[in-house]
């Protein structure tokens, strides 16, 4: 799998939920996903608990406002960094193989939907009517690692359905206005896959 793609679904992750655990090239880690308060907080803890043998090693280059990746690697060591980058390098370290590469990459799990997607600043711009709002909804798709628009709504159980994927949310954005410029909406039609399967079960 490409690296960027990868570093795009964490990115990702890092908006919706407030941890993860992945698998990358067969090494497991848990990650949190902070912002600036949780580090700020973290920090603060550590001061107070502070015994001498904690060293605080390059924490002063975190950047406050890029999200915050704080992982714990199978060794138990733990990383605390703004990049995916470094995570990967990390994972390819331990893993046996020592590829620089990702063979593989797994979502083991994840937890705590954050109440709001704060920090797509596109989704910000379209819920204060400062850019067009869409009449088609688009969303990160974890299963696909991509941007998705659903063009069909599932005429059994309301679900999504004729999705349409994209790279980027800005794509997925673009595309979603260009539809409803032409006068485009989502419609009711035939039943998702999942409801008909269950209907005629
Ligand atoms: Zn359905």
């Known amino acids: 799998m ?3 793609k990868v570093i795009g679904f964490v990115q990702e992750a890092w908006k919706v939920f407030q941890s993860a ?3 990358i090239n067969g090494v497991s880690l848990q990650v ?3 912002d600036s308060e949780d580090f700020s907080q973290y920090g603060m803890d550590v001061l107070e608990s502070m015994d001498d043998s904690v060293e605080l090693i390059g924490l002063e280059e975190i950047n406050h406002d890029e ?4 992982c714990i690697l199978p060794d138990g060591m733990q990383l605390i960094t703004n990049s995916v980058e470094d995570i990967i390098e990390q994972c390819a370290a331990l893993s046996p193989s020592h590829d620089q590469g990702i063979d593989s990459f797994k979502l083991l799990d994840v937890n705590d939907v954050r109440p709001e997607p704060m920090y797509s600043k596109l989704w910000h711009q379209v819920e204060s009517g400062e850019i067009e709002v869409p009449e088609f909804n688009f969303y990160y ?3 696909e690692m ?3 628009i659903p063009t069909g709504i599932c005429a059994l159980a309301g679900c999504d359905t004729k999705l ?8 997925a954005y673009d595309h979603a206005v260009k539809l409803t410029q032409d006068g485009q909406e989502p419609k009711i039609g035939e039943p998702c896959a999942a409801c008909s399967a269950e209907y005629y079960d």
């Open 67 to 70: 999200p915050i990746f704080c």
């Open 21 to 23: 655990a992945f698998e």
């Open 164 to 171: 349409l994927y994209f790279d980027s949310e800005q794509e």
């Open 141 to 143: 798709s974890f299963d």
């Open 32 to 34: 949190a996903f902070w």
């Open 146 to 148: 991509k941007w998705a």
């Open 2 to 4: 490409e690296k960027v």
